[in-house]
């Protein structure tokens, strides 16, 4: 999919539809573009949930970078 545009109709990834047909870093390309210049730090956060669930809407929003600041060890995976 790097080498070539996909029909948008044809295109089964979970994007947005302007980003439909689109190779992968065409898509990386533009959001890099539009990226919001925020950060987030996330502190004393009790589960791995809620971290995962901070990290995925701050995915969705653009934002720059988020920050987990503490001693707590926390599962990657979310």
Known sequence: ???????????TRNLRD???GLSNEAVKNNLDEKRVSLEIA???VD????VGT??????NFN?????????KKYN???
């Not at 790097?2 to 029909?7: K, N, S, T, V």
């Not at 589960?47 to 809620?50: A, L, P, Q, R």
Request: net charge negative; hydrophobic share 40%; charged share 35%.
């Open 1 to 11: 999919m790097e080498d070539f545009e996909l029909d948008p109709t044809l295109d």
């Open 63 to 71: 934002v720059q970078a988020v920050h987990i600041i503490g001693k």
């Open 42 to 44: 996330i502190e004393n």
């Open 76 to 78: 990657r995976r979310g």
């Open 47 to 50: 589960h791995d949930f809620n």
């Open 18 to 20: 302007e980003f439909k």
């Open 54 to 59: 901070i990290v995925r809407s701050a995915n």
